[in-house]
């Protein structure tokens, strides 16, 4: 490779040029792995990215030109991670970090344990005084648990999800979703007048962060989870190699999460407990709550270590704070409904809804907590093996028992077209035939 020039006259232009030298535009969309050589000064340094998938851009094209776009955003991305190690004299910390990361994920069996062994592999190099791991619903970016118990105080989480879901912030997570790169640092994202958050004026700045760095988990099926990492006032600032590394960890552990969705799927149980009712009032606190609740909430993955003490007690999940705080924005509808996980009663729906006018208990906001039904479970399985809208109703109707005749009549297709989308379907699971669809993953998460 030819010497770069000086880290502060490398421009973008550069990345481009010397990424394009590196990795053909032929490979790009091929390669499931590369490794990208960097080297200032006569040290050579290595950096390995996974390089797909990679999501299409918001608003893109279908057919060719949704690949073209895909193709561009991948090649943008990656050069930008290059011009970044390239700044700072060729970043090896950034492979490393991403590896043990990975081995890390890989080796969790749930959730909970994931993200406990991904911070746990990262703070090292990203060297985070507080960390949450975050789930969410692939389609709406709805908080659905997560991690917190190296997180924000449990006082503090219903003012932060308030901001998230009602209020509005920089570098909130539906912003990062629209990215190449789906990494944001909130000094950055504010111009450096940090005043400008009230995430920083409520949250952090009272309790002495200085700044948050997110990362979103999603691979080209969606958005599994986030990273959610904050330093203290007296630590070092963020710098660009540690926006390097939390890039390169979007996608690989976006992939292991999505696994994991499946895997907590298959282990959901048949519950019998009685759908409970709590109402807040405009400060999300519980003013009511029927005893049903308790049998809901006691066993939440991922609750807040101190959620037991007496001052504790009727704080809820954060996902319950973030539904209630979506039904409230300005635009909102009245109605809202989202889904957390509970260990003993597995994927189970949320459904707030807006009260016209407070009555004497003060009440704002009444979230209704149940066991959600099997259509939920399969809109989440069908993202979670990447399905196509239209593969995703050619499976609705086969695990309903129809034939592939009945199928095209149905769905407008040839039963040609059918037996292509199956195909693909088959692929995608793993599975070689419609018994198997029925009988192997789908009999385990659905029916």
Same mark, same amino acid.
């Given at each position: 490779?030819?010497?770069?020039?000086? @880290?502060?006259?490398?421009?973008?232009?550069?990345?481009?040029?010397?990424?394009?030298?590196?990795?053909?535009?032929?490979?790009?969309?091929?390669?499931?792995?590369?490794?990208?050589?960097?080297?200032?000064?006569?040290?050579?340094?290595?950096?390995?990215?996974?390089?797909?998938?990679?999501?299409?851009?918001?608003?893109?094209?279908?057919?060719?030109?949704?690949?073209?776009?895909?193709?561009?955003?991948?090649?943008?991305?990656?050069?930008?991670?290059?011009?970044?190690?390239?700044?700072?004299?060729?970043?090896?910390?950034?492979?490393?970090?991403?590896?043990?990361?990975?081995?890390?994920?890989?080796?969790?069996?749930?959730?909970?344990?994931?993200?406990?062994?991904?911070?746990?592999?990262?703070?090292?190099?990203?060297?985070?005084?507080?960390?949450?791991?975050?789930?969410?619903? @692939?389609?709406?970016?709805?908080?659905?648990?997560?991690?917190?118990?190296?997180?924000?105080?449990?006082?503090?989480?219903?003012?932060?999800?308030?901001?998230?879901?009602?209020?509005?912030?920089?570098?909130?997570?539906?912003?990062?979703?629209?990215?190449?790169?789906?990494?944001?640092?909130?000094?950055?994202?504010?111009?450096?007048?940090?005043?400008?958050?009230?995430?920083?004026?409520?949250?952090?700045?009272?309790?002495?962060?200085?700044?948050?760095?997110?990362?979103?988990?999603?691979?080209?099926?969606?958005?599994?989870?986030?990273?959610?990492?904050?330093?203290?006032?007296?630590?070092?600032?963020?710098?660009?190699?540690?926006?390097?590394?939390?890039?390169?960890?979007?996608? @690989?552990?976006?992939?292991?999460?999505?696994?994991?969705?499946?895997?907590?799927?298959?282990?959901?149980?048949?519950?019998?407990?009685?759908?409970?009712?709590?109402?807040?009032?405009?400060?999300?606190?519980?003013?009511?709550?029927?005893?049903?609740?308790?049998?809901?909430?006691?066993?939440?993955?991922?609750?807040?270590? $101190?959620?037991?003490?007496?001052?504790?007690?009727?704080?809820?999940?954060?996902?319950?704070?973030?539904?209630?705080?979506?039904?409230?924005?300005?635009?909102?509808?009245?109605?809202?409904?989202?889904?957390?996980?509970?260990?003993?009663?597995?994927?189970?729906?949320?459904?707030?809804?807006?009260?016209?006018?407070?009555?004497?208990?003060?009440?704002?906001?009444?979230?209704?907590?149940?066991?959600?039904?099997?259509?939920?479970?399969?809109?989440?399985?069908?993202?979670?093996?990447?399905?196509?809208?239209?593969?995703?109703?050619?499976?609705?109707?086969?695990?309903?028992?129809?034939?592939?005749? $009945?199928?095209?009549?149905?769905?407008?297709?040839?039963?040609?077209?059918?037996?292509?989308?199956?195909?693909?379907?088959?692929?995608?699971?793993?599975?070689?035939?419609?018994?198997?669809?029925?009988?192997?993953?789908?009999?385990?998460?659905?029916?």
């Amino acid at each position: 490779m030819n010497e770069v020039r000086s @880290p502060s006259l490398y421009t973008d232009l550069d990345a481009e040029s010397d990424f394009n030298r590196h990795v053909p535009a032929g490979q790009i969309s091929t390669l499931s792995e590369i490794t990208l050589r960097s080297g200032e000064n006569g040290r050579k340094d290595w950096a390995r990215f996974n390089l797909t998938p990679f999501p299409v851009p918001p608003g893109a094209a279908t057919g060719a030109m949704a690949a073209t776009c895909a193709n561009s955003a991948r090649r943008r991305h990656w050069a930008l991670v290059w011009r970044v190690m390239k700044r700072n004299g060729g970043d090896s910390g950034a492979g490393r970090v991403t590896d043990a990361a990975l081995r890390a994920a890989r080796s969790a069996r749930t959730v909970e344990e994931f993200f406990e062994k991904v911070k746990r592999a990262t703070r090292p190099a990203l060297r985070f005084d507080i960390c949450a791991g975050v789930t969410v619903d @692939p389609q709406t970016l709805m908080n659905t648990g997560g991690d917190y118990r190296d997180a924000l105080p449990p006082s503090m989480m219903p003012r932060m999800l308030d901001i998230e879901y009602r209020e509005g912030d920089a570098n909130d997570l539906s912003q990062l979703a629209t990215r190449a790169t789906p990494v944001g640092l909130l000094s950055r994202e504010t111009g450096g007048c940090l005043e400008r958050s009230p995430r920083y004026r409520d949250i952090m700045r009272p309790l002495g962060f200085r700044d948050e760095l997110r990362v979103l988990l999603r691979d080209r099926h969606g958005a599994w989870g986030a990273l959610i990492m904050g330093r203290a006032q007296d630590a070092p600032a963020f710098a660009p190699s540690d926006l390097a590394v939390a890039a390169s960890l979007a996608q @690989p552990l976006g992939s292991v999460l999505r696994q994991l969705h499946l895997t907590r799927l298959a282990e959901t149980g048949a519950s019998a407990t009685a759908p409970g009712l709590v109402l807040l009032d405009g400060e999300y606190r519980v003013v009511h709550r029927t005893p049903t609740v308790d049998m809901w909430f006691e066993d939440l993955a991922g609750e807040p270590a $101190d959620a037991a003490t007496p001052s504790a007690g009727d704080r809820l999940p954060p996902a319950v704070y973030a539904v209630a705080a979506a039904v409230r924005t300005p635009d909102a509808p009245g109605t809202h409904t989202s889904w957390m996980h509970s260990r003993a009663h597995g994927r189970v729906r949320l459904h707030a809804w807006r009260l016209g006018r407070s009555d004497t208990t003060g009440a704002h906001t009444a979230v209704v907590v149940e066991k959600a039904d099997s259509g939920e479970h399969f809109g989440l399985i069908a993202a979670a093996y990447g399905l196509t809208p239209r593969e995703r109703d050619v499976t609705g109707l086969v695990l309903r028992g129809h034939s592939t005749a $009945d199928i095209a009549r149905r769905a407008g297709l040839s039963p040609h077209t059918v037996q292509d989308h199956l195909k693909s379907v088959f692929d995608k699971t793993g599975l070689h035939s419609r018994r198997e669809l029925v009988a192997g993953v789908f009999a385990r998460h659905y029916l």
